[in-house]
């Protein structure tokens, strides 16, 4: 295989650089509760006239940077109310300027701007033949490390140029949904599966409506609590009940945002430090439903767990807690489709081999086993996947990164059976893409890294992130690459 011609990956000039004036705002607390008091008493200090001129000034240099500074700014007073003697007679100015002590911005890609994913837009309308507009998602770095995910769009049109669609200067969070609807039978069947049915669990579950809201819940486990001294086994199970539900919840943006205003930034306790490496994939169900699945990385400081996204439009996310003995560790990946009637998935259980993984269920995972263990130089280290597996005619195409000396990643390819994706059918010895002269300085040295590519009109285009730091795009002419993984 050495004396075969290398294969001929082309890189575009195109790159996607960290912009550290892309900011959100966030809530800001300083110190413990005596300093903040001491704040709201500074503030209140000020007479209406220079408390005006105070706030003038204040949103001459902040208020053209946000979209939606002032309904931010509400939900940050209300924060801090509390603390306040007497709020009633505060006016609204006052308020605001409250508000503004208790408000910062966050850059969300001052450090990097990385590990990109991409799959068709659901949007296909009004496109130029052999074109395809599509979603790029980008790992977004900012202050201490926390990671957040954001977005860009474009067309490849039919010669595979890749036309950016403008970059919003604006960034935006989305709303969670503070009492969000459960369906009865899927959080009944996550509480057998991790054997928290019992007597005070059926009695509550029993008075709950088949579709409930949070505020439902939580008011039926107070009340059967009232009504009856629970055990610490019912106790732990009430437990696993809030944090099921608070695992699951719904994050929306304003219609009229853009693709790239729309950051989806860490909110929830088992992702607080970040959100990390997303994998999108546009997935088909068996009647032809379509959607769209990302598997990510939460952390929360000190443990990791996969989480699953899913959206139909990318305005509305749902986030979705998995479970299973084969739910850990980091790259999980989902098939486009079912396989032989099973979800199917790539993962890393040990943070060394590649794994598969099958179910019945797109929340349970429990079957796994090895796809492929380090058997090149250039992975030597550990292996991992690189998105989802892609269907072609001739089998399943994974991309894969590699870890080898110096803890240089590359990136490669390996083929698997179409109806058997256990079965490795082609792999290139060589990887397809390894950090050029000009892609190893960065935040994390020597690293060629995607969460995702595309076939597009014959060609696998693969954006990838450049030393943790920036992202750019290669592409290969797909029947060449499959040749070789077939040879």
Same mark, same amino acid.
């Given at each position: ?62 208020? #053209?940077?946000?979209? #939606? ?28 300027? &409250? ?271 090895? &796809? ?26 994974? &991309? ?88």
């Amino acid at each position: 295989m050495n004396s075969m011609p290398r294969l001929h990956l082309k890189r575009k000039r195109q790159k996607f650089a960290p912009d550290a004036s892309r900011v959100i705002i966030r809530f800001f607390g300083p110190g413990d509760q005596t300093h903040q008091k001491n704040v709201i008493n500074r503030v209140c200090s000020l007479s209406e006239k220079k408390s005006r001129e105070v706030l003038k000034s204040v949103r001459r240099n902040f208020s #053209n940077r946000h979209k #939606n500074l002032d309904d931010r700014l509400i939900k940050h007073y209300q924060r801090i109310e509390n603390l306040i003697d007497t709020p009633e007679s505060l006016s609204m100015e006052r308020r605001q300027l &409250l508000a503004f002590h208790f408000t910062k911005e966050y850059s969300i890609e001052s450090v990097a701007f990385c590990n990109p994913s991409i799959v068709p837009h659901p949007d296909q309308d009004n496109l130029p033949k052999g074109a395809m507009r599509v979603i790029l998602s980008f790992r977004a770095i900012g202050e201490e490390h926390i990671s957040s995910l954001t977005f860009r769009s474009g067309v490849l049109d039919k010669d595979n140029i890749f036309i950016m669609e403008p970059i919003s200067p604006f960034v935006e969070t989305a709303t969670v949904e503070e009492n969000p609807t459960y369906k009865k039978s899927s959080f009944l069947m996550i509480l057998e599966y991790v054997d928290k049915c019992n007597h005070i669990v059926n009695h509550i579950f029993d008075n709950l409506s088949d579709k409930f809201q949070f505020e439902d819940l939580k008011a039926m486990i107070e009340e059967t609590l009232l009504e009856r001294d629970a055990s610490r086994e019912e106790l732990d199970a009430i437990d696993m009940i809030f944090w099921i539900a608070r695992s699951n919840f719904v994050k929306t943006y304003r219609p009229e945002t853009l693709l790239s205003e729309r950051v989806i930034f860490p909110t929830g306790q088992n992702e607080i430090k970040g959100i990390e490496d997303a994998r999108f994939v546009r997935f088909t169900d068996d009647d032809g439903d379509v959607r769209y699945y990302a598997t990510y990385t939460a952390y929360n400081g000190q443990n990791i767990l996969p989480v699953l996204l899913e959206t139909r439009d990318f305005l509305k996310f749902k986030i979705l807690s998995i479970y299973g003995k084969a739910v850990k560790d980091k790259g999980m990946a989902l098939f486009p489709r079912k396989i032989n009637g099973k979800y199917m998935m790539i993962s890393r259980q040990d943070g060394e081999n590649l794994f598969i993984m099958a179910s019945d269920h797109l929340h349970f995972w429990d079957q796994m086993q090895i &796809l492929k263990s380090p058997r090149f130089p250039w992975e030597f280290v550990q292996i991992g996947n690189c998105g989802s597996p892609m269907e072609t005619e001739k089998g399943w195409l994974l &991309l894969t990164h590699g870890v080898g000396a110096m803890r240089e990643y590359c990136i490669g390819a390996i083929l698997l059976d179409l109806n058997d994706p256990t079965r490795i059918i082609g792999e290139l010895a060589e990887p397809l893409i390894v950090p050029n002269e000009y892609e190893r300085e960065g935040y994390v040295p020597n690293v060629a890294y995607t969460c995702g590519a595309i076939i597009h009109n014959g060609l696998l285009v693969i954006p990838y992130a450049i030393s943790d730091t920036s992202s750019g795009i290669a592409t290969i002419k797909l029947s060449d690459l499959l040749d070789r993984l077939e040879g």
